[in-house]
């Protein structure tokens, strides 16, 4: 089955710095890797997710990068703002299954 | 429209008891899938289920089950419970079995004494 590794299990910087968390996935057959924020006491929520036919994508402070080759995905966040601390999870799902394989989780903590 | 719901939210329960958590998807969804999450090891998945079948299963002993109804609410049940079951168990529902996102419910605390 998938196995998805996350890392770093958790990440400091202070406010206005960047912030990278990178995944990989050991099945060639992924093709859809979301990614989920959970803040402390709620549900994950997706954020962003990208499929296997892009390398890359943007939604204003985020941006995930996918290398197919690598089998490397990672989540990109700048200018970081004390919101934006939280749990991120980095999922890889294929379609044979469907269903989302999760990593560990990273803990962002943003210091103002 | 009204999020995944997961009831009931927080449960205390005795070694060797059983217990149901129950989890309604959004309105129009048919797939359900349950998750374990507990501190560093992030969400492991339990079971799918789409239109009141297993789709597929996560290595989890057979102490926990789970169903799904004709209206797609589902249940999990966990059997003789162990101290290691505590944890939080998050239900997510998608639209169908494509690749889309999964939106969760609150999750039901359990908490096994």
């Known amino acids: 089955g998938e196995n998805v590794e996350q890392h770093p299990s958790t990440l400091s910087v202070q406010e206005g710095d960047s912030a990278v968390i990178k995944c990989t996935y050991s099945?060639?057959?992924?093709?859809?890797f979301p990614w989920y924020k959970q803040e402390l006491g709620k549900r994950p929520q997706l954020i962003i997710d990208?499929?296997?036919?892009?390398g890359e994508k943007k939604d204003q402070r985020i941006a995930v990068t996918l290398n197919k080759t690598a089998k490397h995905f990672s989540l990109h966040i700048t200018e970081t703002q004390p919101e934006d601390s939280a749990v991120y999870f980095c999922?890889?799902?294929?379609?044979?299954?469907?269903?989302?394989?999760f990593g560990r989780g990273t803990s962002l903590i943003v210091h103002p | 429209k009204a999020g995944v719901t997961q009831t009931p939210r927080y449960l205390i329960k005795t070694r060797g008891q059983q217990v149901t958590l129950s989890c309604s998807p959004i309105?129009?969804?048919?797939?359900v899938s349950w998750y374990q999450q507990t501190p560093g090891q992030g969400l492991q998945f339990l079971f799918e289920?789409?239109?009141?079948?297993?789709?597929n299963k996560g290595n989890f002993p057979g102490r926990f089950s789970g169903r799904q109804f004709s209206n797609s609410r589902s249940e999990m049940n966990v059997s003789t419970l162990e101290l290691g079951d505590s944890a939080l168990y998050l239900c997510?529902?998608?639209?169908?079995?494509?690749?889309?996102?999964?939106?969760f419910g609150q999750g039901t605390r359990l908490t096994v004494v």
């Open positions: 997510a529902s998608t639209r169908d079995f494509q690749n889309t996102e999964a939106f």
């Open positions: 099945d060639s057959a992924s093709n859809y």
């Open positions: 990208i499929r296997s036919n892009v």
């Open positions: 999922a890889a799902a294929s379609g044979g299954s469907y269903i989302p394989t």
């Open positions: 309105s129009g969804h048919r797939s």
């Open positions: 289920y789409f239109s009141e079948t297993q789709r």
